[in-house]
């Protein structure tokens, strides 16, 4: 993962200050459509909508930020099947609950790839 942030901070950095809030305005926004997707628990082990302390998880974040980003313009198609997305990803969680596979605990390449694709054939589903 350090590999990974190195080589984005390395294309990056000699960005300018427009480019720079052009990325803020894109980050804020897939931000803005996980929380309003998920009900302000985004990045939860927790199921959707189940009232306990929410605490987001990074290796959750990725795969579903990476995500929202590929499937920016199918957003509408998204934010349509809300409940069935919360149902699925509830079912994701419960499934990989214990193995650890989607907390980040595991953060190799392969295992980030992994993780994406877990998230990609959720929201495929639905679109």
């Known amino acids: ?4 942030l190195d080589r984005c901070m390395e ?4 960005c300018t200050l427009q480019s720079a809030e052009e990325m803020k305005a894109h980050f804020r926004s897939r ?3 996980a929380d309003q997707l998920f009900d302000g ?9 189940v009232t306990i302390a929410h605490r ?8 579903v930020m990476v995500v929202l980003d590929e ?7 998204l934010q349509a099947r809300k409940v069935d997305i ?7 969680v419960e499934k990989h609950r214990e193995s650890g596979e989607l907390t980040g605990s595991a953060n190799t390449a392969a295992d980030i790839r992994n993780r994406i694709g877990k998230f990609r054939s ?3 589903q639905f679109i």
Not at 11 to 14: F, H, Q, V
Not at 41 to 46: A, G, L, V
């Open 31 to 33: 931000l803005v459509f």
């Open 1 to 4: 993962m350090k590999a990974i």
């Open 71 to 77: 499937l920016w313009d199918r957003r509408e198609q």
């Open 11 to 14: 294309r990056n950095a000699d």
């Open 56 to 63: 987001p998880v990074a290796g959750i974040y990725d795969g």
């Open 86 to 92: 919360q149902a699925a990803y509830g079912q994701l």
């Open 122 to 124: 959720l929201f495929a």
């Open 41 to 49: 628990q985004p990045f939860s082990m927790s199921s959707p909508g």
